[in-house]
């Protein structure tokens, strides 16, 4: 079974496309973030839902907008896609928020030509 | 405020060998540290976790790391390095609360036949 699943896996699309990568928990856990990740392997909160509750939102561009329709899904939504988004994103969860460990998920590559 | 910083870019040892990936932290709270391990094109996986209960920690596939306050440092090691330990290693530092985990920028491990 797996625990933390997003889909797309791969995602490549034209500047401009508005586009949504889905995330799945199934651990019963009470938060999902997500992350980005840069060709430099940096990894950087985007967003964190607490029980369908935004409680980060770093500072990311608008054109990005987070839904959380449950506590076992957290999708993103990405307007007017730019080359600069192109990234690896991951979708995580955790027990609570703060100490606890994150599951991530495979992650999302987005390629923005 | 929170911070991690991983002391080493990269690091190459011969397989057999022991790795010793280095971590400083910096958090206004007593921490919770992590070390999560990434191979290529996969999402991160939780190697072992420290939480103020025993400063040495065990963690899966042979490594561990040692919580030193006085140091803050959370240097991860393994004895005897094998060909599948090649990955990308990061330190993770939680300051508690709603904050949401601080990644390094990770330690490329390179093991050479």
């Known amino acids: 079974d797996t625990a933390v699943s997003q889909t797309p896996k791969y995602l490549v699309t034209q500047m401009g496309n508005d586009k949504s990568i889905k995330c799945e928990q199934n651990?019963?856990?009470?938060?999902m973030y997500w992350y980005k990740q840069d060709s430099k392997k940096f990894l950087k909160i985007m967003f964190s839902?607490?029980?369908?509750?935004?409680?980060i939102n770093e500072t990311v561009p608008n054109r990005f907008s987070p839904k959380s329709p449950d506590k076992a899904h957290l999708n993103l939504h990405i307007n007017s896609l730019e080359l600069g988004d192109s990234a690896v994103y991951f979708c995580a969860s955790s027990q609570i928020t703060g100490g606890s460990p994150l599951h991530f998920g495979n992650g999302t590559r987005l390629t923005v030509t | 405020a929170q911070s991690v910083t991983q002391l080493d870019s990269h690091v190459s040892v011969s397989e057999g060998t022991p790795v010793l990936l280095r971590c400083n932290y910096s958090?206004?709270?007593?921490?919770?540290l992590f070390w999560y391990v990434q191979h290529p094109n996969k999402g991160l996986q939780l190697l072992l976790k420290?939480?103020?209960?025993?400063?040495l920690v065990k963690g899966i596939n042979g490594f561990e790391a040692e919580f030193k306050k006085s140091e803050t440092s959370f240097h991860l090691t393994k004895p005897s390095a094998h060909m599948s330990d090649a990955a990308e290693y990061f330190c993770v530092v939680s300051g508690g609360g709603r904050r949401a985990l601080t990644f390094g920028s990770g330690t490329r491990l390179q093991v050479q036949p």
């Open positions: 958090s206004s709270y007593s921490p919770s």
């Open positions: 420290y939480t103020s209960a025993a400063t």
């Open positions: 651990l019963g856990h009470d938060t």
């Open positions: 839902y607490n029980n369908k509750e935004l409680i």
